[in-house]
């Protein structure tokens, strides 16, 4: 097994990974830029090293230095955490040469799937449903007419080295199409500097839903579930739940047993996720994300798996010592996301924490760097905290969810926790009636309520 590895990241995945490698007896090194010399993931590793200013860029970003670190320090291996440096294939390389061992799946596999039109073909290839599209880049706007005519509208316009949402436009006849097109290439091109887009049906109702897969290097996977991630606000995650209100057991075994062959025919090795769309009984490939993901804790939650501590072992070459069979699914498991936001205007709020006090009881997880008098950098994500309850039935699970949420006090910052609370109270969630536009509409809703009462006091104070 791996003697040190270092962690190039921040925040709470940054303390996640560091728990994970303590129970497993290895030695962590944490890098930071100036701005995090008193962050907890610093604090609670065994070694830290200072790479480099705030900006992203200048450190978490900053490869060769975080390179040197790994070497200075004598680790074997880094493991990169999500976002930042965690789907880069030259990075994953660089740290190959360097003799040390990338935790994640080979640096060809994350070229493979950071780019999403040879994404999507390995995925037909691999035996993955997908949504119909193009073939592979739309280049010209006549072929974007005749793709938008052969599939029929509406159709949506994504960048191919598109992430985090962005770029990405619908249209609903010609005449949208037309217009759209040059926007979508624009956008691409400032956002990802490459202007290849590609088009799909655009479906309308439909639902996230993403399997999680653990494979190791000798051809063995399983896959541990599925998490519903329809609540999103501009395509970001805000809520996620396993399992899924919208699959029955015959289900989740059905599209399991096709991604763990889909991953098989890949030769994919590492932790991973494929994301789909859900809509009327059926599941369409969107990508696959090759690294852990933020919502990877409510899957632990249902199957009691450490997936961290299975993507070190994986890494390090181990076999899967679980087959299928020794996967089990059991309870209900919600994590909200908690941001240093306004919770109406999602205008960030950093700065000091002054008091904090986390829930705590039975089945209540909640995984955070932050602690009373930590001071917020403005430089990084808003997410300050992650909260996940488990309960042996849905609705005790949200009965937790609630008295967590009610229990939670951060002060100093404004949070998201109220949005949580509003969104649980809603009867649609209770029922998990809700597929990836309802959050929109709600919040949509809740800004009509409020303009009309503004409104209407204004009224009766005259
Ligand atoms: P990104 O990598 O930018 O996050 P994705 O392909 O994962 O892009 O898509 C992000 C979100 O955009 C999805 O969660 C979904 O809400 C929406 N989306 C993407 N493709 C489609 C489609 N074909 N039909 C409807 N919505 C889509």
Redesign the pocket.
């Given at each position: 097994m791996f003697e040190k590895i270092l962690i190039a990241n921040r925040g709470e995945i940054a303390l996640r990974i560091n728990r994970a490698c303590h129970e497993m007896g290895i030695k962590t090194v944490a890098v930071h830029s100036t701005a995090d010399a008193d962050a907890m993931h610093v604090r609670l590793a065994d070694e830290a090293v200072c790479i480099g200013s705030p900006l992203a860029k200048d450190s978490y970003l900053n490869k060769a230095a975080i390179i040197s670190a790994a070497l200075i320090t004598g680790a074997d291996a880094i493991h990169p955490g999500y976002g930042f440096l965690s789907e880069n294939a030259d990075f994953a390389e660089m740290v190959e040469e360097h003799g040390l061992t990338f935790i994640g799946p080979t640096p060809k596999m994350i070229r493979l799937m950071g780019d999403?039109i040879t994404a999507k073909k390995s995925a037909i290839e691999a035996g993955l449903p997908v949504?119909p599209?193009s073939k592979g880049s739309v280049d010209t706007i006549e072929q974007a007419i005749q793709t938008a005519h052969e599939i029929g509208y509406p159709i949506?316009i994504?960048a191919s080295a598109?992430?985090?949402?962005?770029g990405?436009k619908i249209a609903f006849n010609d005449e949208e199409l037309k217009e759209m097109y040059p926007i979508a290439r624009r956008e691409a091109k400032s956002n990802f500097a490459n202007d290849i887009v590609y088009m799909?049906?655009?479906?309308?109702n439909?639902r996230?839903i993403e399997i999680q897969v653990l494979a190791d290097t000798h051809g063995n996977v399983v896959h541990l579930g599925e998490r519903d991630c329809s609540l999103?606000r501009h395509?970001q995650k805000v809520l996620e739940e396993s399992p899924s209100p919208a699959l029955n057991k015959e289900q989740r075994q059905k599209i399991g047993s096709i991604v763990c062959n889909a991953m098989k025919n890949l030769g994919y090795s590492s932790v991973g996720t494929i994301?789909f769309?859900y809509e009327n009984g059926e599941f369409?490939f969107?990508?696959m994300n090759t690294r852990i993901q933020v919502e990877h804790p409510v899957t632990e939650m249902v199957t009691g798996i450490d997936i961290i501590q299975e993507q070190i072992r994986v890494a390090n070459g181990a076999v899967l010592d679980l087959t299928q069979e020794d996967v089990h699914f059991d309870g209900f498991a919600i994590e909200c996301r908690i941001n240093a936001e306004n919770p109406e205007t999602f205008i960030p709020s950093a700065g000091k924490v002054t008091t904090w006090h986390a829930p705590g009881g039975l089945w209540v997880r909640v995984d955070s760097e932050v602690y009373a008098g930590y001071v917020i950098p403005p430089y990084y994500d808003s997410m300050i905290a992650k909260l996940i309850v488990f309960g042996r039935t849905r609705n005790s699970c949200l009965m937790r969810l609630k008295r967590a949420l009610e229990e939670f006090v951060i002060e100093g910052v404004q949070t998201t926790i109220p949005l949580h609370q509003k969104i649980i109270a809603q009867p649609d969630f209770i029922d998990g009636q809700y597929n990836?536009h309802w959050l929109e509409n709600f919040l949509k809703k809740q800004e009509e309520i409020k303009r009309e009462e503004e409104t209407s006091s204004q009224s009766g104070e005259k």
């Open positions: 999403k949504v599209g949506i994504k598109g992430g985090g949402g962005k990405m799909e049906k655009y479906l309308q439909p996230h999103q395509n994301e769309l369409y969107m990508e990836i």
